[in-house]
Nanobody, 127 residues
Framework: QVQLVESGGGSVQAGESLTLSCAAS????????LAWFRQAPGKEREGVAA????????YYSDYAKGRFTISHDKSENTVFLQMNSLKPEDTAMYYC????????????????????WGQGTQVTVSS
C-alpha cells in the first residue's frame, strides 16, 4: 500500500505563487509515476502535471506549461508542484496521485491511470 499526503495549499492573490508538496510513504520502492490533478467545484478532475521518476520525464497540461513545475525529491520521497503566476481559474482542490508503472505518455495525465491518491489540498486564488 501507498499513502500520499498533500500539503502547501492556501489562499493567495492572483499573480502570487504556491508550492504544493506530496509526501509518499509505504511501498514506494518501485513507484515510478507521480502526478498532480485538480478538481474545481462542478468540474471534472483534470491532470496538471506528471513526472516519471525513472528518467525524470515530465508532462504538463496546456494551462500549466510555463507556469507550473513538477519535481521529485527521491531522498525525501516527495513530489512538489511549484505554481507561479496563479490565476483565479486555478482555484481547485489539488490531488497527488501515484502508480508503480508509468502510464503511456499519451495518458500521463489521465486520472484513470493512477491507483493511489491523496486527500487533496485546497488552493484558492482571488482576483
Amino acid at each position: 500500500q501507498v499513502q500520499l499526503v498533500e500539503s502547501g495549499g492556501g489562499s493567495v492573490q492572483a499573480g502570487e505563487s504556491l508550492t504544493l508538496s506530496c509526501a509518499a510513504s509505504g511501498n514506494t520502492a518501485n513507484m515510478y509515476a507521480l502526478a498532480w490533478f485538480r478538481q474545481a467545484p462542478g468540474k471534472e478532475r483534470e491532470g496538471v502535471a506528471a513526472i516519471y521518476t525513472g528518467g525524470g520525464t515530465t508532462y504538463y497540461s496546456d494551462y500549466a506549461k510555463g507556469r507550473f513545475t513538477i519535481s521529485h525529491d527521491k531522498s525525501e520521497n516527495t513530489v512538489f508542484l511549484q505554481m507561479n503566476s496563479l490565476k483565479p481559474e486555478d482555484t481547485a482542490m489539488y490531488y497527488c496521485a501515484s502508480e508503480y508503472l508509468p502510464p503511456p505518455p499519451p495518458v500521463a495525465l489521465s486520472d484513470a491511470e493512477y491507483k493511489y491518491w491523496g486527500q487533496g489540498t485546497q488552493v484558492t486564488v482571488s482576483s
